[in-house]
């Protein structure tokens, strides 16, 4: 080929030899210059667009250390075989993933997930990591406890007593990053193909979880109290994940009584653990902090999961799981040398940020935060009272809406949207193989404003009164 029609420009900030690189490159990607075709000489492309040899060199070269193109001596520059690439628009594919993962964006989503990070002591926590960097400590650049660092461990086991009636010791205690890893961690501890019962309506994301684990899940049958204890007999099962404080979706909190049952089926059997999943219960707006239920546990049968990315911040990462002396002994003996997945350096924040009160002076400031706008949200439904049920109301970050008037969930979120609201449904909780129509739908509303709240509640007394 004698001539590239590349049109240059000296005003997009990019080099000229960069723009050439860029073109031919985008050519051969394309399949629009084929292997072995000839690439004009550097002194011909160089006449060609009016500029200096050396700058068709450099593109060149860069083009060579790529392997887009090969040099044959006294032949010229050749195209190479690069058959992976050939006929691959890569502007057209990005676009189209990108079109593919795009979601309708809504004027305001009452996400259940969505969390208030306004009031978050941004400046605190910025000055904790300076003086956490600036201090000559460079243990905590090495590798650390398995475990996660003793000091962390020690502030959370004060916390958990203080704030949950966990009585644990930090040995008990296993940091990680996020929820997901601690289940990955038990699974290698609780051992592979596991019957685990799940309330039927629960926490999708773990479901999901213990399914990759090829765990063999039975939906076990739920009421107003929770998961129904005679069912797991009939099942079977060795596990259960529950979560008796604020259970999702639905919202409901398990009684002491139901919370016995279950601790009796698991005092019945060696082999038998229940897994606690406590991961929101700071929020709580009637009466007091209900105690978790490893708090009744009186011979080491439940597994205490919690979180601070709910309290905190999505973005920290950062969970615990108290394990059994048993289990414990197992991890220590078989799995210890599964390194720590938290940095030392997060760990040593959120440790100085727990231990000198500012995580409690944030949850104060946030609980009233959460509870102006609950009070916000359950005033809107009250207004809807004729046509709904509302439930889930005492605790967490959102609540439930069930109609009286016979629309289903489909038809709740279908006009929702008609005013650019976004509602969620309660069949996305399901995991039995068939989903049921439910007519109840989910509104979060942790992380809206005020203002939000208030304009979404009353766009919603229009959509669901037509």
């Known amino acids: 080929m004698n001539?590239?029609?590349?049109?240059?420009?000296?005003?997009?900030?990019?080099?000229?030899?960069?723009?050439?690189y860029e073109y031919i490159r985008k050519e051969i990607r394309e399949g629009k210059l084929l292997q072995g075709e000839k690439l004009p000489s550097t002194r011909a492309l160089a006449a060609f667009l009016q500029v200096a040899r050396s700058t068709v060199e450099l593109a060149y070269e860069q083009l060579?250390?790529?392997?887009?193109i090969e040099s044959i001596p006294y032949k010229g520059y050749f195209v190479c075989r690069m058959e992976e690439l050939y006929h691959i628009n890569m502007e057209t594919e990005e676009s189209e993933s990108e079109k593919s993962e795009q979601k309708t964006v809504y004027e305001i989503d009452f996400s259940p997930n969505g969390i208030e990070m306004e009031y978050f002591p941004f400046g605190t926590w910025k000055?904790?990591?300076?003086?956490?960097?600036?201090?000559?400590?460079?243990?905590?650049?090495a590798l650390g406890s398995p475990q996660g660092d003793l000091e962390l461990r020690t502030t959370i086991a004060k916390y958990l007593y203080s704030s949950r009636g966990v009585y644990c010791s930090p040995e008990q205690i296993i940091v990680g990053a996020g929820n997901d890893f601690l289940l990955l961690l038990l699974e290698k501890i609780l051992g592979r193909h596991v019957k685990i019962g799940m309330e039927a309506k629960t926490y999708k994301r773990a479901y999901r979880i213990f399914d990759s684990f090829a765990y063999d899940i039975h939906p076990i049958l739920q009421d107003r109290d929770g998961m129904v204890v005679e069912e797991l007999e009939r099942e079977e099962v060795s596990a259960v994940y529950v979560m008796p404080s604020h259970q999702y979706p639905t919202g409901n909190v398990m009684p002491i009584g139901r919370r016995t049952q279950l601790l009796k089926w698991a005092y019945e059997k060696e082999e038998r653990y229940i897994i606690e999943d406590?991961?929101?219960?700071?929020?709580?707006?009637?009466?007091?902090?209900?105690?978790?239920?490893?708090a009744s546990d009186k011979m080491e049968k439940v597994i205490y999961i919690g979180t601070f990315s709910k309290a905190i911040a999505p973005a920290i990462r950062i969970s615990f799981m108290v394990l059994p002396k048993k289990l414990l002994k197992f991890y220590k003996e078989n799995l210890s040398f599964y390194s720590s997945t938290v940095s030392r350096i997060d760990q040593t924040i959120l440790n100085e940020f727990i231990r000198d009160g500012y995580f409690e002076r944030y949850l104060n400031k946030m609980r009233k935060v959460y509870k102006a706008k609950h009070d916000l949200i359950v005033a809107g439904c009250r207004e809807l009272e004729e046509q709904f049920v509302l439930s889930g109301e005492n605790a967490g970050l959102h609540i439930l809406l069930k109609s009286k008037t016979g629309?289903?969930?489909?038809?709740?979120i279908e006009c929702a949207a008609a005013y650019d609201i976004k509602v969620y449904g309660l069949s996305d909780g399901y995991i039995t193989k068939e989903r049921p129509e439910t007519n109840t739908v989910i509104l979060g509303?942790?992380?809206?404003?005020?203002e939000k709240i208030k304009k979404g509640m009353d766009k919603l007394k229009k959509a669901w009164s037509v």
């Not at 001539?3 to 050439?20: A, D, R």
């Not at 000055?127 to 650049?141: A, G, P, V, W």
């Not at 509303?445 to 005020?450: F, I, Q, W």
């Open 3 to 20: 001539e590239l029609t590349i049109e240059l420009s000296t005003e997009n900030g990019k080099c000229l030899y960069e723009q050439i």
């Open 278 to 294: 406590d991961y929101d219960s700071e929020f709580r707006y009637k009466g007091k902090p209900i105690p978790s239920l490893k």
């Open 64 to 68: 060579l250390s790529e392997g887009y």
């Open 445 to 450: 509303y942790g992380g809206l404003s005020e």
């Open 407 to 412: 629309k289903t969930e489909k038809e709740l």
């Open 127 to 141: 000055r904790i990591s300076k003086n956490t960097l600036i201090d000559d400590r460079s243990e905590m650049f």
